[in-house]
């Protein structure tokens, strides 16, 4: 009997370990997704494009005949009683799988159920947290003007396109076609190492607090989103340290023109040492001999194919 409660025990602490994890790592962004690509956006892998949000959406009739018959107190009653039945009945079943019995039985099933239930609630907060960056950047165009997209995407804007893919790489071929008719000297071979010393050099600042040396590298609302997340730490008396960096690869994603801008995603995978110090330098998160491996998608924006700047950042 007390093995099982016990049993019981550290499936409540593992539940309870699953909601305290934190991020593997911050880094510059505090390993969120925020920011703009214009109508593009990214979640789960896939690339999508905003539709046009001035187009009306359908609406369904409503039918003010339904659900107007209230049900009777008895029927109430009554339905509440073979509610309360079917769960001892569930509580039992339950319990009787870790080999409780008796009236233990359903209480230990009520305990695994509510473990199961709090395992689900977590799954869907986690996986409806990939869609977040998406639904952001439709809700930030709605507010807007009319779209302008490129004529060469041809991406569905429901089901997305997954990045890498032959469709994404055929979008990315004609985007730069596009981009090269209105800038001839631009040449993504020269802006990859760019693209790279940005990024090494954002980490650097973001590392430092210098919003000084950020407000040249990003777009006024990334910066608005950096400011916010230093002035966290500073909150919590802790800074982020990040050092030790390695790119070990940067894909090109996507790439496209849209209301006279330039703009372009890359996939970089790089490891780092990233760690978070108190005022007195001591460790309070992470472990600066160990290094950490992460990709993430960087969008940049340019209006003249020379100046870029970050404009979002997104998990994959």
């Known amino acids: 009997m007390i093995k099982k409660i016990f049993i019981l025990f550290l499936l409540m ?13 911050s880094k510059a962004g505090g390993g969120k997704s925020f920011g703009s690509a214009g109508t593009h956006s990214y979640s789960g892998g896939n690339k999508y494009v905003a539709p046009n ?26 339905g509440g009683i073979a509610g309360a039945l079917a769960g001892i009945a569930l509580f039992s079943m339950f319990g009787s799988l870790f080999g409780f019995s008796g009236p233990n039985s359903s209480v230990a099933g009520l305990f695994l159920i509510i473990i199961l239930g709090i395992l689900v ?3 869907i907060n986690f996986f409806s947290k990939r869609r977040t960056s998406q639904e952001n950047v439709y809700n930030r165009e709605a507010t807007g003007e009319g779209y ?28 730069l076609r ?3 008719k209105l800038f001839p000297s631009f040449s993504e071979e020269e802006l990859r190492p760019k693209i790279k010393d940005m990024f090494l050099n954002i980490q650097k600042a973001w590392s430092e607090k210098n919003i000084g040396g950020l407000k040249n590298l990003i777009t006024d609302e990334m ?3 950096f400011q916010k997340q230093i002035e ?11 050092e030790n960096i390695s790119v070990k690869r940067m ?13 372009a995603t890359y996939k970089i995978e790089a490891t780092m040492s990233d760690y978070d110090v108190d005022s007195n330098g001591s460790i309070v998160r992470g472990d600066k001999d160990r290094a950490v491996d992460f990709q993430e998608l960087w969008s940049f924006v340019s209006r003249d194919s020379v100046k870029w700047e970050l404009s979002a950042i997104n998990q994959i």
């Open 121 to 123: 609630v977590y799954l």
């Open 148 to 175: 302008k997209t490129s004529s060469y995407s041809n991406t569905d804007s429901t089901q997305g396109v997954a990045l890498g893919s032959v469709q994404a790489k055929m979008d990315v071929d004609n985007g």
């Open 223 to 225: 910066l608005l989103n």
């Open 178 to 180: 596009e981009i090269e």
């Open 53 to 78: 949000l001035n187009t009306p959406k359908p609406t369904s009739p409503t039918n003010p005949t339904i659900n107007q018959n209230q049900p009777s107190f008895l029927r109430n009653f009554l």
């Open 251 to 263: 894909e090109l994603v996507d790439a496209w023109m849209e209301r006279e801008s330039i703009y």
């Open 232 to 242: 966290e730490l500073n909150s919590n008396g802790t800074t982020n340290i990040v």
């Open 13 to 25: 602490i593992c539940v309870s370990l699953t909601f305290n994890v934190d991020c593997a790592f």
